[in-house]
Every structure is written in C-alpha cells, then in structure tokens.
C-alpha cells in the first residue's frame, strides 16, 4: 500500500487571534504540524508535502523533512492543492493515492491514516474521507448521505442550511484521494459560497456526479478534534493527554491523578515508574524504571535513569544516570549529566556540568561549566563563578574534594584529589591534591566583652542619671 500524504497548513489562523501561526501553537509541548507530519510518517507516507503560506517563516524550521509547497494567497482549501499541482502531477503520473491532512487536526492516528489509504485502495474509490459523528458539530463541513447511506456531498457549516446544520456527522479534513482523479476534479472548483473560497470538500459532489465512488471511514471524535480557536486547543489538549496518560497507565505508570499529569507524545516511561501532580514531561524525555518523579516538576528533552527520585525541579536537556536525587526545587540546565548516585538538592542549580559517581550537592548551589569526579562533597552556597561578563570558563573538582560551605570557586580553576577546602573560601588558584585550603581573614576574638559591654552601658546609665537630678535640684 503505497501513498504520499500533502499536509495543508497555509490558513492564516485568524480564529486564533495570534501573532503565531497556527501549525507552530504547541500541544503537549509539540507544534501542531509536527504532530500530523509524524503520524503520516509513522503511517508509512512515502513522500510528505508541506503546503505553507501565512508566516510561513515561523513555520519552515519545522518541517525540513517534508517537502514545502508555497501558497501565496490563501484561497481555500481547494486552492491549496491546485498550487501544488506541478509536483502532484509528477507523482500522478505514477497512479499514486494521496493522503491530505489537514494540519490543525493534531489527533489523527497512523493506524486511521493507514486505514484511509486501504480503504481507497481496495475499494478502487476516487476518495475515502474521515468523518466523525460531532457532539457540537458547528464550524465543521457535514457530510450528506444519500438514502442507501452512500456519500453524496460535503457542505460547509457556514453554507448548510437549517436541516443539513443539524446533522452530527461531520468531515474530520483527513482524506485520500486517487491522484489523477483529484487532479482532474480540482478545474471544476469554483469559488461562489460563503466565504469566496475554493473548497476542496466540493469535489466530492463533483466526483459522485462524474459516477465515482466516493466512500467514508469513521473516526472517534477525539481524534477528529478541529483546533480553529483557543478552545478547540485547550479541548485537544484534554483529549491527547487523556489518550497519551491512559496508554501509560495501561503500561504500568502509576499517576496519582491523570488529570494533573501532562506527558509529550514522543515521552517514552518505563513500567512501575510513579508520576505526582502537576508534573509536565515533554519533548524526548525518557524515564526508567522505577523512578518516582514530581509532584510540581517539569522535564524537557531529557534521560532520566532507573530508580531517580526528582521532587519539585525543573530538567532542561540533561541526563541523569541511575539513583539520582534530585530537589526538591533543583533546576539543572542544558548540559548537565548526573552520574550514579549522584545527588543535586534543594535550591540547587547546574548548567553544562557533570556531577560524577555518588557526588553531592545537598544545598543551594550554582555549579555551571564544572566538572565534577566522583564521591565528592559540594557544601551549601557553593559558587562556581563561571563568567567574567565576557567569558566563560571551565571548573574542575577531582574525586574525594571537599568544598566547604560558602565557597567562591572563581573559575578557570582546579582544585585537585582528596582537597579539602574551608567554608567561606574564595578560590582564585589551583587547590592542590590533597591539601586543605582556606581563604578568609583570620578570627579575632575580643574576650569578656559581653562583661565589659556591660559595665561600661551601666556606668553611663549612672552618669546620666545623676546629671539629671542634679538639674532637677538646681530647679528646686
Ligand atoms: C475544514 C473543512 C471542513 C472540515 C474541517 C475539519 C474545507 C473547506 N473545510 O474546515 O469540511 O470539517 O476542516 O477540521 O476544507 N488551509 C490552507 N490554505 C487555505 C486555507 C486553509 O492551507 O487557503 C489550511 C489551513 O491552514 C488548515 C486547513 O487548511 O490547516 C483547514 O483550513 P481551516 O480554515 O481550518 O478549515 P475549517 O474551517 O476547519
Ligand atoms: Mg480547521
């Protein structure tokens, strides 16, 4: 079963009220037109065009796998394959079946784009579209049957009248289509309707009257769900966290409440992991076994090892090895890579660092550009002052260090092997291995000053005092 699949995307979005396009709005943390081109990938789609038009700019850098196709005027739906015309009909002339999505109807399955193209294919139809039976069918195109049930046209909401309004079978904007015959059908479009557009839905009123056979597969609403408005996204959204969490569940992730659970469709969790409230996985995060992440963390583009606890924090692309403890409220940025066991705790910040085997950092830290060896021991309020304000430069701790509380590590520096360095430290030169190093001021200890204190507050409390009765006597 061979197909392509051309993905319309030009629309200007105008319901969104948005300076973003429409296909670049996020989902679960994904474009919306990522979404549609990785389903018609999954589903086996030879080629996949892109046909792009309002702030395409926005839109390019997502879709460098496809092949973009430039509407210029956004005419309708139907003007939209007419631009692309010229590489259609190169694939046509191969009597190739095209799949056409729409690009703001994210919940589209592999498996229903697969079935679209099977059920053109083997019924020898002009067309198979996607239909859906709509709880609130407004905004959508409804599909008219004939009294033996067969296909006869789709009308837009905007053109039906009272009765055809009524109806609750809608076009989910998912088709595919024989080539040639589209190719030959889109001359007829003409433009006199509602909103002066060339429909694309109007060739399947013109392919019934030419004696084709044009036939319907049927969707589950949630994954026809249009998003025209911020309503329709904020329901979509609902739909696929439901569809993506029930599927987790179902593979042996506990959630103590799907509802407050939101998890990115290319996530992939291991069984017996536990997922607390408000806690957003996203982009290609991978979590192991075992692990019991959140509540109230967010995770993005990052590996997650077996057995991690990670409590109230923020990863951005990093990586954490096995066992690992992390927060509650750490935040480690791109480019950290915590190694076994590895600990960063409360309030604690990592940037572009490796914290190594069994090593700590308990307790309101800012370690960026470091790199860390094994078993060592980070105190609280631990700096690497990593960046003169034009640079920024490299911190290396050798395994068995210990930094006391307070330290200033002003990088470049090392500080070598089993070091230790005193708390309030500010370290400017190399520690050597082994050594202890201190940098502060020495202590001075004034003693028995509280007594002292003390009787010099006294005597002059006397003092005072007499001074003011000998000026009362003075007034007798
Ligand atoms: C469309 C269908 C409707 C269906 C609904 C399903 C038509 C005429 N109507 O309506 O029957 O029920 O989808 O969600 O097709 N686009 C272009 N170029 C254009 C106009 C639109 O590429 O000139 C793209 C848009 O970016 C969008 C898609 O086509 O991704 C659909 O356009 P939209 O305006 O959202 O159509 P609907 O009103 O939702
Ligand atoms: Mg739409």
């Keep these: 079963m061979a197909f392509s699949t051309l993905i319309l995307a030009a629309g200007a979005g105008t319901r969104m009220v948005s300076n973003r396009a429409k296909p670049v709005h996020e989902l679960l943390g ?18 996949v065009f892109t046909v792009l038009g309002y702030q395409r700019e926005q839109v390019i850098p997502l879709v ?28 046509a002339s191969k009597g190739a079946s095209l799949v056409v999505l729409n690009a703001d109807t994210p919940l589209i399955l592999s498996d229903t784009i697969r079935m679209l193209a099977e059920t053109q294919q083997s019924t020898g139809s002009a067309v198979c579209l996607l239909a859906h039976n709509a709880q609130n069918p407004a905004g959508y195109g409804r599909v008219i049957l004939g009294e033996s049930g067969q296909v006869l046209r789709v009308v837009e909401d905007k053109d039906a009248n009272e009765e055809e309004k009524r109806s609750c079978l809608c076009n989910s904007g998912a088709y595919c289509f024989d080539l040639p015959l589209l190719l ?11 909103k002066g557009e060339y429909y694309l839905t109007d060739v399947f009123e013109y392919l019934v009257k030419a004696g084709e056979s044009v036939v319907a597969c049927m969707a589950e609403e949630s994954e026809a769900q249009g998003i025209n408005d911020r309503r329709q996204l904020a329901l979509a959204t609902k739909l696929a966290q ?24 290319d996530v992939k969790i291991d069984n017996d992991v536990e997922i607390l409230p408000q806690t957003m996985l996203s982009g290609s995060t991978t979590i192991g076994h ?6 109230n963390t967010r995770i ?3 590996i997650i090892g077996r057995d991690c606890r990670i409590d109230e924090s923020i990863l951005i692309s990093c990586e954490l090895e096995d066992g690992v403890n992390c927060g509650p409220r750490a935040y480690l940025r791109p480019g950290t890579l915590m190694k076994l066991g590895s600990k960063a705790g409360t309030h604690v910040e990592i940037k572009n660092s ?31 002052c990593n960046f003169d304000g034009d640079k920024k430069y490299k911190t290396i701790i050798e395994n068995g260090a210990f930094i006391g509380s307070d330290t200033m590590l002003v ?20 520690v050597p291995a082994g050594s202890l190093t201190l940098e502060r001021s020495e202590q001075k200890t004034i003693k028995d000053w509280a007594a002292k204190r003390d009787r010099s507050n006294r005597s002059q409390k006397n003092t005072s005092k007499t001074e003011a009765e000998k000026s009362t006597k003075k007034q007798e």
């Design 30 to 47: 994904k474009p919306l037109i990522r979404w549609v081109i990785d389903a018609a990938q999954t589903a086996g789609s030879e080629r």
């Design 64 to 91: 460098e796998d496809t092949t973009v196709v430039v509407q210029e005027e956004c005419l309708g739906t139907g003007h939209a394959i007419m631009v692309t015309r010229v590489e259609l009909e190169h694939l």
């Design 411 to 430: 990088a470049p520096v090392v500080v070598g092997e089993g070091a230790t360095i005193g708390a309030g430290s500010t370290i400017t030169k190399e």
């Design 242 to 265: 439901e569809r993506i969490n029930t599927e987790w569940m179902l593979a042996g992730v506990t959630m103590l409440d799907p509802s407050a659970v939101w998890i990115g469709a």
């Design 184 to 194: 030959e059908s889109l001359g007829k479009l003409g433009n006199s309707n509602a």
């Design 354 to 384: 490796v914290i190594g085997i069994g090593s700590k950092v308990p307790h309101l830290s800012y370690l960026g550009d470091a790199t860390v060896g094994s078993d060592v021991n980070i105190g609280a309020g631990t700096i690497t």
């Design 290 to 295: 075992g692990s019991v992440i959140g509540p």
């Design 300 to 302: 993005t583009d990052s």
